[in-house]
């Protein structure tokens, strides 16, 4: 069965939001849904009281979409997590929350407010960008806008890939990525040849994406979409983030892996990223609060340097180990691996491999993005 | 708020003390009331209401345990003409809010009163909990709720031994059956140990669908409970190592080659050397403390001495990952 797009219950529109071309689009196509138009800062803290009052926040949250204006920067280095490598990305924060509801998302610890918000200010998005990609013009910038939402969960009524496609297609050293967990892949365009901007997709065994990552499509209907979209021209990636372990995780993630590349040629991948469930200690309440049914928190779980939860160093290993094994065995050695959020131990004995900072992976992604492998 | 007092003297076997339902304070001495009383008497009056033709105590259930015990048989009353439950239990809050601080099981049962008397939710989080000194947050309001239906024993246990509310919270995860085998356990224990064991349990659990008990029925835990060789402290202890090894079996498995290789090297006194926290490094760091040139000099003897044996190897190395420890899962 296909998952259904996602509607919210009620469009709330900051005063300050009224006027921007994308509000018309969004309030267009969402025309018969609840709407109010919020005109003071104290209406949007009643609203927001009363998400927060209710029995469940998080999940009311995302009843809700809230259109308003980007006060602050759009572009941010991804926040990452202190003492690991990191990978030099950057994010655009141009839509926040998601509307899938994933046991172990981060989002609902991270953002102060619940709802799933769309900035429309776009005029002063590419503005920034402009600026942003002319202090940067002399390295690569790998860019996305998934990292606190969904890149394509919204563009049903957003349309906001096609916007952002347009602006960053032909930018010679910038890789721009959408990253999602949908199969809604209706609204991107078709492009002539494989360029900068990268379609991935976030992938986990059968038994983690039908249990813990409520309203996402099966990983199949994701494979299907990214085939889709190799077909429309695009290039695609993967991010096997969280890995979780569970009985039988090895069998079920050599599955899927083995199911990727059935589905996708390893040539169409530019990037392919592992990172081992993690989370810090207040999300666990609200985990156990939200799913109670859930095991998935219950493993060997330790304090990490940045004052995350994740799994006991060599059970970690073990798991990251085992799916890049996977990877290699089924797609080839040449597809470019990372770890997302770790430590220099974990990647010497992971992959072989200790870089030296984050250039030096960013360095290793770039290549096979502009077709200059080595080979 | 219209009321209306009478006070009059109140043959006590005309109270329905079976009706507890503005009682508060269940776990109290009233030695002290008790002397106070034979010495001078009752000075304040019960407040007492009617229920049904009944007369019900509204307030002072620690100065009728102590007349009871005197034989008291009568005792002067306030009687309050308050037909309204939830507005005659204010009295008893607030004349008790002017004259001592509530312990933790006290404000459950407050909470919990004014709820069933249909105070609405928020109107407790507003008015009620910051009197209290507690936080004005859903969190804090389920939780004294949650507190209120705990099982006596824990209830006894945490009024005797005045367990604070982070423990006492955590006993709510518990049911009745669990709690008569952990309460025993818990208690020879400091509050940072009792913490430890009751997430440990409720981890172990979870993680293998079993309920604490079981766990705590397991062979190996059992052996440390019912040997005579050590006393009720030493048992807790030995449950709460048994606990964590269950919790963390690679973590303990690690610590305990590394300590295992330091005692066969023979690793020298004076000198610590201590993995990274929880291993997540290779970094290891050794210190150790000297008031001159000598002691330095010596200490850097022991580690010269102490590196070159062959045995110096195995501080690097840690056992492998088995599949009993994944299966285990």
């Not at chain 1, 096997?240 to 040539?267: C, M, N, T």
């Not at chain 2, 776990?27 to 008790?34: A, E, I, P, Q």
């Not at chain 2, 002072?60 to 005197?70: E, I, M, V």
Request: hydrophobic content about 40%.
């Amino acid at each position: 069965m296909a998952s259904l797009p996602y509607y919210p219950d009620k469009v709330y529109i900051d005063k300050k939001a009224l006027d921007f071309p994308l509000t018309e689009r969004i309030l267009e196509h969402l025309d018969g849904l609840p709407q109010e138009i919020v005109a003071s800062p104290r209406r949007k803290q009643a609203i927001l009281e009363a998400v927060r009052r209710s029995e469940d926040p998080v999940g009311e949250g995302k009843r809700i979409l809230y259109l308003t204006v980007q006060r602050g920067r759009f572009v941010k280095p991804c926040p990452c997590t202190p003492r690991v490598i990191g990978c030099g990305y950057f994010i655009i924060n141009l839509n926040l929350q998601c509307p899938l509801d994933c046991t172990y998302c981060i989002l609902q610890h991270y953002l102060a407010e619940p709802w799933l918000t769309v900035f429309v200010n776009l005029e002063d998005l590419w503005h920034e960008l402009d600026d942003f990609l002319e202090k940067h013009n002399r390295r690569a910038i790998r860019i996305g806008t998934g990292e606190l939402g969904d890149s394509l969960a919204l563009d049903h009524f957003t349309g906001l890939s096609a916007d952002l496609i347009s602006y960053f297609r032909g930018k010679a050293n910038v890789c721009f990525e959408l990253k999602t967990k949908t199969a809604g892949i209706g609204d991107l365009p078709a492009v002539q040849r494989p360029g900068n901007i990268v379609v991935s997709w976030s992938l986990n065994a059968g038994k983690i994406a039908g249990e813990e990552e409520r309203g996402a499509p099966p990983v199949i209907e994701r494979l299907q979409a990214a085939r889709a979209v190799v077909k429309k021209g695009y290039r695609v990636g993967f991010h096997f983030d969280p890995l979780v372990r569970f009985p039988g995780w090895e069998r079920e993630y050599e599955e899927v892996v083995r199911k990727l590349f059935q589905v996708i040629p390893a040539s169409s991948i530019v990037w392919l990223s592992l990172g081992a469930l993690r989370f810090p200690p207040a999300l666990k309440k609200i985990i156990q609060a939200r799913f109670p049914e859930t095991k998935i928190i219950y493993d060997e779980f330790i304090l990490g340097r940045d004052g995350k939860l994740r799994y006991f160093r060599p059970l970690r290993l073990e798991l990251l180990r085992s799916v890049a094994g996977f990877v290699k065995k089924w797609g080839g050695k040449e597809i470019p691996l990372y770890f997302c959020m770790e430590g220099e131990e974990i990647w010497r004995d992971g992959l072989a491999w200790k870089p030296r900072g984050k250039r030096a992976v960013e360095n290793t992604l770039f290549p096979r993005l502009w077709g200059q492998d080595k080979s | 708020m219209k009321n209306i007092f009478k006070q009059r003297h109140l043959d006590l076997h005309e109270l329905d003390i079976e009706d507890t339902r503005f009682r508060i304070s269940e776990f109290f001495s009233s030695d002290r009331l008790v002397l106070s009383i034979k010495k001078i008497g009752l000075l304040h009056p019960l407040l007492v209401t009617l229920r049904e033709g009944r007369f019900v105590l509204v307030s002072g259930w620690k100065r009728l345990s102590a007349c009871l015990k005197l034989g008291i048989s009568s005792a002067p009353v306030l009687i309050l003409d308050e037909p309204d439950d939830l507005k005659a239990f204010l009295f008893t809050l607030y004349e008790n809010l002017a004259g001592r601080e509530f312990p933790l099981l006290e404000k459950a049962e407050i909470v919990s009163r004014l709820y069933t008397f249909g105070m609405a939710r928020s109107g407790i989080m507003k008015n009620l909990l910051p009197l209290l000194q507690v936080p004005p947050t859903a969190f804090y309001l389920d939780s004294f709720l949650s507190l209120s239906k705990l099982d006596p024993i824990a209830k006894k246990a945490i009024a005797g031994k005045n367990l604070p509310f982070l423990i006492a919270r955590m006993l709510v995860e518990f049911q009745a059956e669990d709690l008569e085998r952990i309460i025993p356990l818990l208690l020879p224990l400091g509050q940072n140990k009792q913490k430890e064991v009751l997430e440990d349990l409720l981890e172990i659990s979870k993680r293998k669908n079993v309920s604490p008990r079981d766990i705590l029925e397991t062979p190996g835990i059992q052996a440390i409970l019912q040997s005579s060789k050590w006393p009720p402290v030493q048992k807790s202890e030995r449950v709460r190592l048994a606990l964590r090894r269950e919790r963390f079996p690679h973590l303990t498995a690690w610590e305990e080659s590394f300590q295992s290789a330091l005692r066969e090297l023979g690793w020298p006194r004076g000198i610590s050397l201590e993995p990274a926290a929880y291993f997540e490094t290779d970094d290891m760091e050794a210190s150790f403390r000297f008031r001159d040139e000598r002691e330095f000099r010596a200490h850097l003897r022991k580690l010269l001495e102490v590196s070159s044996r062959q045995e110096f190897q195995k501080i690097f190395t840690r056992p492998r990952l088995t599949t009993k420890g994944r299966e285990k899962i």
